[in-house]
Each structure stands twice: as C-alpha cells, then as structure tokens.
C-alpha cells in the first residue's frame, strides 16, 4: 500500500510536470503561414519562439536583421521583424526568396548544429496545434 502511494505520487509529480510543459509550449508556439504563399503546399510552420531566444539563448540578432548601407545589422525590436515584408514570393536579384531565407535560417542553423529539425514534416506538421497568435 506504502509502495502504491509512493507509484502514484511519483505519476503525479511526472504528470504536473507533463502538463506544464505542454502549457509553455503552447504559449510559446508561433504559427508562421505567410500569406505571400499564394499556393501552399505545405502546412504552416509551428515555431517555438521563446524556446529560441530564451532557453537556448540565440542571438535576437542570428534571426533578424535590418543591414544599413555599410552592411552591419542595425536590428532591434523596435524594427520589422516580419521576414516577408523584404523578402518575397519570387527571387527579386536582391534579396533572397522567401520560402529560401526561411529554410537557410532555420534548416541551416539546426543541421549545423545536429539539433532541432530537419524533415519536412518535423516543421510542417500535419496536424495542427491550436495557434496562439498567427502570422
Ligand atoms: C526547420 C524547419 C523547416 C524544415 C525542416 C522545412 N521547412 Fe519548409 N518552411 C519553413 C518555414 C519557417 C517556412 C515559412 C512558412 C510560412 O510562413 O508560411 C517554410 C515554407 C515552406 C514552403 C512555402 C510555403 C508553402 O507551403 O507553399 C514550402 C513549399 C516548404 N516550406 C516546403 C518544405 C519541404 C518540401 C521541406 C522538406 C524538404 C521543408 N519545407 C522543410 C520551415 C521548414
Ligand atoms: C531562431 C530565430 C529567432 C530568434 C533567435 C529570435 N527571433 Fe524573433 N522572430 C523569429 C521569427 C521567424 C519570427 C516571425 C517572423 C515573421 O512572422 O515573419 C519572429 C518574430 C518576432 C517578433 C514579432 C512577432 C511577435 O508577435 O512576437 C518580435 C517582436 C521578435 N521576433 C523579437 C525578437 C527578440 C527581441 C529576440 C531576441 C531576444 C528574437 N526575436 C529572437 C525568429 C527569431
Ligand atoms: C528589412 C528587410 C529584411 C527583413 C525584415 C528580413 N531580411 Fe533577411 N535579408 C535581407 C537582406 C537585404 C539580406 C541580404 C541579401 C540576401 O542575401 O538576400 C538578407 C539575407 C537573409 C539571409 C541570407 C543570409 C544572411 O543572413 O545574410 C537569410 C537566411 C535571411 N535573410 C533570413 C531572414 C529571416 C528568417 C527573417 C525574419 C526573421 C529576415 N530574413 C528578415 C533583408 C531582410
Ligand atoms: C541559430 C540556431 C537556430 C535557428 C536559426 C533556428 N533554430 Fe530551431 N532549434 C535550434 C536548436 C539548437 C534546437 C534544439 C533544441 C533542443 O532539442 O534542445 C531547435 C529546435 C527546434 C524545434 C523543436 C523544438 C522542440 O520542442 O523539440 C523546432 C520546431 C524548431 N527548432 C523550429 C525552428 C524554425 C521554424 C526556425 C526558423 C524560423 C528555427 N527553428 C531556427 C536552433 C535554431
């Protein structure tokens, strides 16, 4: 009996822990589906935020950027911070694509790293979370 309720307390303990997690991650989680994307092909992008710039401490800067005319990165958070509003649908000779800067910055970061994910469907889940905010 002494055992059980040890068991039980154990699953609890676990169980809170579960269900706090699950709550941050859904308040963390971004929906990225530009509306650019006339024609998706895939579903939105769920992205975890927070997890980026707070727990694993990236650079605000690794992600945005707003380059002055000397090319040094002047972003911060009072500047655009939506990707799509400089880069577009289709190449312009200038600035990258769209669907090609997303995938550099968020492919080439997590392969470099041998972290986070990398397949199709770990990005583009096909079922989706509930979106807190969308974008
Ligand atoms: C690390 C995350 C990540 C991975 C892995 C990834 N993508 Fe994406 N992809 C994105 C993000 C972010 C966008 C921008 C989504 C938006 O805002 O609509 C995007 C956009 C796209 C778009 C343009 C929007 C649309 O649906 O038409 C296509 C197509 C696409 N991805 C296909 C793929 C394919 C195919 C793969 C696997 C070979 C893949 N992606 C892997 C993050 C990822
Ligand atoms: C790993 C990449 C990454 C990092 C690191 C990152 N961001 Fe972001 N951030 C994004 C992406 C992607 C979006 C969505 C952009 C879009 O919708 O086009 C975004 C959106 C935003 C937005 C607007 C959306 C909103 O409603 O919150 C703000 C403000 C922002 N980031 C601030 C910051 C600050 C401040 C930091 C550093 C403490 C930071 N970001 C770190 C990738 C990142
Ligand atoms: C104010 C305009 C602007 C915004 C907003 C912007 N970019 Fe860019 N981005 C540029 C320019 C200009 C370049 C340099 C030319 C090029 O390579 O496309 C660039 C380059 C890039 C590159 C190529 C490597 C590098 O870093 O130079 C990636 C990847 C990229 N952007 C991803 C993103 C992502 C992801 C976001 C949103 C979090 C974003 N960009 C927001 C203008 C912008
Ligand atoms: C500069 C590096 C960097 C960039 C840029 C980056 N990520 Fe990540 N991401 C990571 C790392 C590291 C992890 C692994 C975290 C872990 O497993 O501890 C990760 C994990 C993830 C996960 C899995 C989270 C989980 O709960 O396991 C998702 C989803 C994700 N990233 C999406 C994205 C998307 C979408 C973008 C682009 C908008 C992006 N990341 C850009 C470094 C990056």
Redesign the pocket.
């Known amino acids: 009996m002494k055992k059980n309720l040890a068991v039980c307390s154990g699953i609890a303990v676990l169980v809170a822990i579960c269900v706090s997690m699950s709550v941050y991650a859904q308040d963390d989680m ?1 929906t ?1 589906e ?1 509306d650019i994307f006339v024609d998706r092909q895939r579903p939105a992008v769920l ?1 975890p ?1 927070m997890l ?3 727990e694993l401490g ?3 800067l ?3 950027h707003v380059y002055d005319a000397t090319g040094e990165n002047v972003w911060d ?1 009072s500047e655009e ?4 509003a400089c880069h577009k649908l289709e190449a312009d000779g200038k600035t990258m694509p769209a669907m090609k800067a ?1 995938h550099t ?2 492919q080439g ?1 997590h392969k470099e790293e041998g972290k986070g994910s990398v397949t199709c469907g770990e990005c583009h889940p096909r079922t989706k979370q509930a979106p807190k ?1 969308t ?1």
């Open positions: 971004m990225l530009h992205f935020h980026h710039a707070d990236i650079d605000c690794d992600c945005h958070d911070s939506d990707c799509t997303f910055n968020c970061c905010e974008h």
